[in-house]
């Protein structure tokens, strides 16, 4: 009420921390985060001195997080949604396509409301070997957002069998999917997943973390 011409530099710095916390799934209970809030310290400060002195080491935890495999089953769902969502407005704005909104978002609609696909199956035909059912099938390079519908139409196709759905759909996120790989080959799908994945770890460090800018 006092500051609001620092409204929206107050977002950027409390998103810059949430982000991070909310990645990595922070319970903060240190005792000098509450003595700040019921005195009311400067809040700018605050939460630029957690990441500048790395409070509860929560830089080296986001780097750590960050490079982790399994995505779906050890971080947020809502987390996960938040990142596959952000990187299809990405792609939009390259392309200078209209923004996914936050009604989109957050719609509640069962047919339309977005929820996280898995590009390759979690019960494909292909016997993935024991280490890649517990973390390349669940990679942020493995997972896409998606519209309840298409989702539950796709089932647990193969993705040779899905991928005219991901090229025609209206997710920018599916359309990028290659159409050249030999979806039915275990070797080239781990392949594509490893260079995904690493793709959308540099979008999540550079783009939603800014980390490179840190």
């Known amino acids: 009420n006092n500051d609001n011409a620092r409204l929206d530099e107050f977002c950027q710095v409390l998103s810059k921390f949430t982000l991070r916390a909310s990645f990595i799934g922070l319970q903060n209970r240190n005792e000098k985060f509450y003595e700040h809030i019921r ?3 400067d809040f700018f400060n605050l939460f630029n001195e957690i990441i500048d002195d790395n409070w509860w080491n929560i830089n080296v935890r986001v780097e750590e997080t960050l490079l982790f495999e399994n995505y779906y089953d050890w971080i947020s769902k809502n987390i996960v949604k938040y990142i596959l969502f952000m990187y299809e ?3 939009r704005e390259r392309k200078g396509h ?3 909104t936050r009604l989109n978002y957050f719609d509640q609609n069962t047919r339309t409301k977005f929820n996280i ?3 390759s199956s979690k019960k494909s035909n292909l016997n993935f070997s024991d280490k890649f059912k517990s973390g390349l099938l669940h990679s942020i390079g493995n997972l896409v957002i998606d519209s309840t519908a298409p989702n539950s139409s796709k089932g647990n196709k193969g993705v040779d069998k899905k991928l005219i759905s991901y090229i025609s759909a ?5 359309n990028e999917l290659n159409n050249n790989i030999n979806w039915k080959s275990k ?3 781990t392949e ?6 690493k793709k959308m770890q540099d979008f999540i460090r550079t783009h939603l973390l800014g980390l490179d800018n840190a």
Do not use: A, D, V
């Open 39 to 41: 005195n009311k310290k």
């Open 89 to 91: 407005n990405y792609l």
């Open 98 to 100: 209209p923004l996914l």
């Open 117 to 119: 696909e898995h590009i």
């Open 170 to 174: 209206p997710l920018m996120s599916q």
């Open 187 to 189: 070797k080239n799908i």
């Open 192 to 197: 594509f997943i490893k260079t995904r994945e």
